[in-house]
């Protein structure tokens, strides 16, 4: 049986042209990311998106989601045999004080039960695909640019 995966992802940009990144250890693999996850059944996108924050980001709380990118290409899900992947991604706000903490180092964590997190701060400008894992977010990586690098 054929299946969709569908994943919501939030480009969260600061006032010094950096967008936020986020480092995980999932599965065994260290995997660099836009944070955001998948889609449950029942939920919108934006549901998702703030549900994901929530759950990954201490309880982070965004707003202003302005559609930024939904794949327009196959694309084989990672997890998953027979599973075509569909990404959505949306520029959002974070609403202020922040709820989680970022590093200047990339796998700034300690793992639990096999999962570790952390959050980093990236300038557009100096962002490259291969500072991300996952083959849509490389793409977006040059809509990005063309878009928001100074």
Known sequence: MQKFIIRIYGLVM?????????????????ISKF?????K???????????EFKEEC???EIKNLYH??????FQKAWFFENAQL????????????????TSDTPFDFELVDGFGQSFRWV??????????????DKFVVNKLK????E
């Open 41 to 51: 059944f029942g939920e919108g996108p934006h549901d998702c998106l703030r549900r």
């Open 123 to 136: 300038k557009i400008k100096d962002l490259k695909e291969d500072d991300l894992t996952l083959p849509i």
């Open 86 to 101: 569909l990404s959505i991604y949306y520029i959002a706000e974070l609403k202020m004080p922040l709820q989680f903490k």
């Open 14 to 30: 600061n006032n010094k042209n950096e967008i936020l990144i986020s480092d995980e250890f999932v599965q065994t693999t260290h």
């Open 58 to 60: 201490n309880g982070q």
């Open 35 to 39: 944070p955001g996850g998948g889609l």
């Open 68 to 73: 930024f990118y939904t794949t327009d290409f």
């Open 146 to 149: 063309q878009t928001f690098d």
